[in-house]
C-alpha cells in the first residue's frame, strides 16, 4: 500500500518561511514525479508545484514562482517545498502526490487528474 507522508506545515506570520517534507514509506519515489497541491476552504485543490523523476525539471503555479522552491532527496525518499515569502492567501492543507510519468504528465503536470496516490494533508496558515 502506498504511504505518503506530509510534515513541517504550521503557523507562520506573513513573510516568514516553512520547508514543507513529503516522505513515502511502503515505495521508493525515485520512479515517480511527486506535486504539491494545496485547498482552501471553499476552494479546489490547485497544483502548486512539481518535479519530474528522471531530469528533475520542476514546474510551478504562477501565484508561487519566485518563492517556492521544490526539490528532492531520492537517498532520502523525500520531496520537499520551501515557501519564503508567504502570504495568508498561501493558508491552505498542502498535500503531495505522485504520478507515474506517461506521454501526457509534461503537459499537464499539476493537474489533479494526473496523481495517483496521495498524502493526507498538513496544514499551512499564514496570519499575523
Known amino acids: 500500500q502506498v504511504h505518503l507522508v506530509e510534515s513541517g506545515g504550521g503557523l507562520v506570520q506573513p513573510g516568514g518561511s516553512l520547508r514543507l517534507s513529503c516522505e513515502a514509506s511502503t515505495f521508493t519515489l525515485d520512479y515517480y514525479a511527486i506535486a504539491w497541491f494545496r485547498q482552501a476552504p471553499g476552494k479546489e485543490r490547485e497544483g502548486v508545484s512539481s518535479i519530474s523523476q528522471s531530469d528533475g525539471k520542476t514546474y510551478y503555479t504562477d501565484s508561487v514562482k519566485g518563492r517556492f522552491t521544490i526539490s528532492r532527496n531520492n537517498a532520502k525518499n523525500t520531496v520537499y517545498l520551501q515557501m519564503n515569502s508567504l502570504k495568508p492567501e498561501d493558508t491552505a492543507v498542502y498535500y503531495c502526490?505522485?504520478?507515474?510519468?506517461?506521454?501526457?504528465?509534461?503537459?499537464?503536470?499539476?493537474?489533479?487528474?494526473?496523481?495517483?496516490?496521495w498524502g493526507q494533508g498538513t496544514q499551512v496558515t499564514v496570519s499575523s
Open positions: 502526490a505522485t504520478a507515474w510519468v506517461g506521454s501526457s504528465w509534461y503537459q499537464h503536470p499539476l493537474e489533479v487528474y494526473e496523481y495517483d496516490y
